[in-house]
């Protein structure tokens, strides 16, 4: 608790800095203009927003030129809306942002549909970022997919942070991430059945 | 070996071993080696029985993890003006760590060591060791090390062997730690006759009415390492048994002061035990210097400390490790990609002052001002505008 303590004392003394204040201040105005098109069209489509603003704000904060920024803010809008169809039209904010981020890293919109299939009534947002986590870390997106859908559709989702921990530890130790994800799998699925 | 020779020998050796008291031969060997790549600098004084002289020496330790494990890389140069005549010593350590087997973790090292003085043959020392540690125990353990080498001075060959054990235990900030180390060799070697301290007569089998004994002694010791922002201090203090001739008690105290950009300001003193492997005398030493350290996120190689992670989170809290950083900033898809600066908590771990809510998070970090970087040891995906961020997953713990 006394390591928390600066910390606490810096929540307490800096203000709340991260709070967002408009966000068309720190991007140029013609191209906030484009990108307030992408909202508008996103909120028409009932998909959140917020993800969108983020990507904007994150150009800007990477100095990425203008049109970088409106084709980057598009592209999600789209693998948002790839997403909330493969996911379903009850998918939440955070489901079709990881949705839409692992759409990037790989995975297809009938793969992205198992883990729905999976987990039909809970949500999918954790173990679609569990998965998004080890195809960056080096496991082929089809694994990742495979193996994190399957123990998804029988294990919570702390079983999925142990199993991802447990893959990781492999990793630092030499084992190829494949081979790691899928034996780890395996004992999962059999530990309990 | 006249006088001012036998001054200069002991000298060179000083400064192999303590050039600012921060970089040291055990700590290649123990895996101890600072994390990325690290340079001192320094220059100070040099005290043998009531003669002077000025050093200067650099040091550069270096660390780099790959799929066969992590390399250690640790290498000292230095100089030293005596009479009027300059001197020179090197040593070099390579160490490869860790394999893990069961509930240990093994590593290998080599370390070599010359001396090269005008007028008088120069000496050299090398060995070969296995260490054996504990594995994660994060925040105690114990470690056996042997050695065997041969070492070379006046033309004297003696293979020698040693046997190193110790343990460690963090409490709060400090570090402590315990060791003994057993050396013997298969021939005599010369000895520091008591009568007059510092002093090694001899240097030839049989020459100068020298007195030869068989070499087997130890020396136990007791550390701490201690870090408080931007101070760091080391006490070391150790006694040799079984070796008659010399001073027994031995030791060394350094402190750095980190001065911001990766920098920081060193000094150290040391009572510098007798080497009678190499033929040098105890003595000792002052210095001050500089070490430069490349700002850098993640301590990979600081697992003495246990600290076996770089980036994770922790009760919702992201922790970071930034060794010898003085500032440390992260901005974010949690900051609205604002840069915000990290609290400083112990061990060279940083902090977010807010808790991470549920979800997907996508970060980068910068270190004493450096450029935005996503840090060892996090998952990196690659974004739309050429470039990559950290991502990190927050359970929800509403969700079971």
Known sequence: ?193 | MSAPLLRRTPAVAALLVTLAGLVRPEDAAGQRVPAGTRLEFGTGAVGWQGTAGLRAGVALAGEWAGTAGRWAVASQMNGLLLDGALARGQWRATALAPWRAGPFRVSAAADLETLNQPGVPGGRRGALQFGLASAEQLRQGLQLRALSGLATHGGIDRIYGQVQTGGWLAVGSVRLSLGWTGTVATTPVPVEPTSTPGAMTGGTQGGGGATFEPLRFSDASVGMDWQRGALEVSLLGARRFGYRAGVPNWGRAGVALQVGGGTALTAAIANVPSDPLLHQAARREFGVGVRLAAPRVGARADLLRGLAYDVRVRQGTLLLRAAGASRVEVQGSFTAWEAQPLARLRDGEWGLAFPLPPGLHRFVVRVDGGPWQVPDGAATATDEFLGSSAVVVVPDPAVP
Do not use: C, N
């Open chain 1, 1 to 193: 608790m006394i390591v928390l303590l600066p910390l606490l004392f810096l929540a307490v003394v800096v203000p709340a800095a991260h709070a967002q204040g408009s966000w068309q201040d720190r991007i140029d105005p013609a191209t906030a203009t484009q990108v307030q098109v992408q909202l508008d069209s996103a909120t028409a489509d009932g998909l959140p927003i917020g993800p969108l603003v983020s990507k904007a704000l994150e150009g800007a904060a990477k100095r990425a030129p203008s049109a970088g920024i409106i084709g980057a803010v598009r592209t999600l809008r789209v693998q948002m809306a790839q997403a909330r169809s493969a996911l379903g039209t009850a998918a939440s904010a955070d489901e079709i942002e990881a949705g839409a981020l692992a759409l990037r890293a790989g995975l297809t919109g009938d793969r992205l549909a198992r883990y729905r299939t999976a987990r039909p009534d809970g949500s999918v947002a954790f173990a679609l970022a569990v998965t998004v986590d080890l195809i960056a870390r080096g496991v082929p997106a089809a694994d990742a997919a495979e193996a994190i859908s399957r123990a998804a559709g029988s294990r919570q989702d702390t079983d999925l942070a142990v199993l991802r921990d447990r893959v990781l530890y492999d990793i630092g130790r030499g084992t190829t991430p494949a081979a790691s994800l899928q034996s780890r799998t395996s004992a999962l699925l059999k530990a309990g059945s």
